[in-house]
């Protein structure tokens, strides 16, 4: 039975129960006439069809109560990994290798037996088991991608065994996207998350489509290249979401697939959110957040590569204006966090391990190394890695944070900050460059970045960043909103996440510190 055949039949089951509690309901009354018994029935009876119908309305999760054990064996390397890596001054290059490889250990632990499904422990978002499946795969797959393209197939796991990254790719590609599979994807819809997942699977068909091509029978690439054209044509939500369909025309037509108007159209779209000095808004909610990290300049900076006459040296620029400026949000110890996917947070260093890589570096390699560092090895010490994946939510686990769009593969987007230095060769100057100090280990400063309307203070005796929100002067600081008892007692009723979007708390602070963030106030 297929995935959308099962919710169907889901759906038909729901409504069955309903009708079924709607009987009793009417029925108790009738056989057991005015008796406290009959009208106690018949108000659990109506109550479970009160359920039964708003379970149908809003929607249940596929999988809500579906839950991974935590491989026992990677448990056990947690203790170790955060003593080794964590809160450290400088993670060395072979520290790097270690994470790669506890990481991959995870993706066997997880995968599914033809490789296109990852499911990680954790609580599901709303997208459902078969794309949550999705999703572990694709995030991370960009980073196997480029060990192999530079490194090669083999990653050391911390057993002592290798992991072939080259045949976990090349298998996972070939079954989720094999219509008549049992690892199916699923069709590319309107509005749908498989537009996401599609930029990371189409960013590895082009890092390694020579080795693909000469390895994957052509029936299995034209299968690949039919599910990611399934994008074109689809509707979106705008914003970052233009940067998708952009990517995967840009990744077909270097398959050769012939040129799609809509690619360009997307890219030019997709530029008019520029807001000035390399920010860019997002068309999602007109805010700008750390989006321009993890998704913007690292989506365009490939993009670049990719075709560089479609890019016509914007993405370079762009990123040359943001990197100098953004330098001064990073901390020896945290991070000035806010807005949304806060849970991506290890990719904020992104941007600058690509600035320092440009033809003509924006910032010295040493920095954006110092910015690696610092970000990973905070993490790390507070529990960003565990049981073989990237834990939701900022310092640790912490499941309230996440938009519930946030399933248990999300996280891994915070990988991109490593496949931005992965993708660089060992030789290059992001691995061999001597770390410098960040500028609050310079000095104190007092930035203003006029365009995204941000105040970003350095206090070099704290080694604390704080950046203010001038829109926002005189807010004071919105707490977060815990999820509570009711909502809790929801989601397990309606089967679905119903987490608290905590806006305010997230966007309309008058500042955010690296030393206190938005969520452990």
């Not at 110890?333 to 890589?357: D, E, K, Q």
């Not at 912490?398 to 490593?418: H, I, Q, T, V």
């Not at 926002?472 to 600081?477: H, I, L, P, S």
């Amino acid at each position: 039975m297929t995935h959308a055949a099962r919710l169907t039949a889901a759906t038909r089951l729901h409504l069955w129960a309903l009708l079924a509690a709607l009987a009793v309901a009417v029925l108790a009354p009738l056989l057991l006439g005015g008796t406290a018994l009959a009208l106690i029935i018949s108000a659990a009876a109506l109550g479970l069809a009160g359920w039964q119908w708003l379970g149908t309305v809003v929607g249940r999760v596929d999988g809500w109560f579906h839950r991974v054990r935590p491989a026992p064996a990677l448990v056990a390397l947690d203790p170790a990994l955060k003593a080794a890596w964590g809160d450290k001054p400088g993670l060395p290059n072979a520290g790097y290798d270690s994470i790669v490889g506890y990481l991959a250990a995870g993706i066997r632990a997880y995968r599914s037996p033809r490789c296109a499904l990852v499911l990680y422990p954790g609580v599901p978002g709303t997208r459902g088991l078969r794309v949550e499946g999705l999703e572990g795969f694709a995030r991370a797959a960009p980073l196997l991608a480029a060990w192999v393209r530079h490194r090669g197939d083999a990653i050391p796991l911390p057993d002592g065994e290798t992991f072939d990254a080259f045949a976990h790719l090349a298998d996972g590609l070939t079954a989720g996207t094999d219509p008549t599979g049992p690892e199916y994807w699923g069709d590319i819809g309107d509005l749908d998350q498989r537009i996401i997942e599609a930029v990371d699977i189409a960013l590895v068909a082009w890092m390694l489509r020579d080795r693909l091509q000469a390895s994957m029978r052509p029936d299995a690439q034209a299968a690949l290249l039919a599910w990611l054209g399934g994008i074109e044509g689809r509707r979106i939500y705008g914003g970052n979401w233009h940067l998708c369909p952009m990517m995967v025309g840009l990744v077909l037509e270097s398959w050769g697939r012939p040129p799609n108007p809509l690619t360009r159209q997307h890219q030019a779209e997709f530029f008019r959110y520029a807001i000035g000095g390399g920010w860019f808004s997002d068309g999602l909610n007109g805010a700008v957040d750390h989006y321009n990290a993890w998704q913007m300049h690292y989506l365009l900076a490939f993009a670049a590569e990719i075709d560089p006459a479609a890019d016509q040296g914007r993405a370079a620029a762009a990123l040359a204006e943001f990197a100098p400026g953004y330098s001064h949000f990073f901390a020896p110890h945290g991070f000035p966090i806010f807005g949304r996917s806060a849970c991506y947070r290890m990719a904020v260093a992104a941007p600058l391990v690509l600035a320092a890589a440009l033809p003509e570096p924006a910032i010295p390699p040493g920095l954006a190394r110092r910015a690696l560092d610092a970000t990973w090895s905070h993490f790390i010490g507070r529990g960003a890695l565990a049981a073989g994946t990237v834990t939701q939510g900022y310092q640790s686990i912490d499941p309230d944070l996440l938009e519930n769009y946030s399933g248990r593969g999300s996280s891994l987007w915070a990988l991109r900050s490593l496949v931005a230095a992965y993708w660089q060769r060992p030789d290059a100057p992001i691995w061999t460059a001597t770390a410098l100090p960040l500028p609050v280990e310079c000095g104190d400063y007092d930035l203003t970045l006029a365009a995204p309307g941000f105040r970003v203070l350095g206090h070099a005796g704290t080694g604390r960043v704080e950046v203010q929100l001038l829109r926002n002067a005189g807010a004071g600081a919105p707490p977060m909103q815990p999820l509570g008892g009711w909502r809790r007692l929801g989601q397990v009723l309606l089967r679905r996440p119903l987490r608290r979007a905590n806006y305010a708390a997230k966007y309309r602070r008058e500042a955010y510190s690296s030393d206190r963030p938005f969520c452990e106030s």
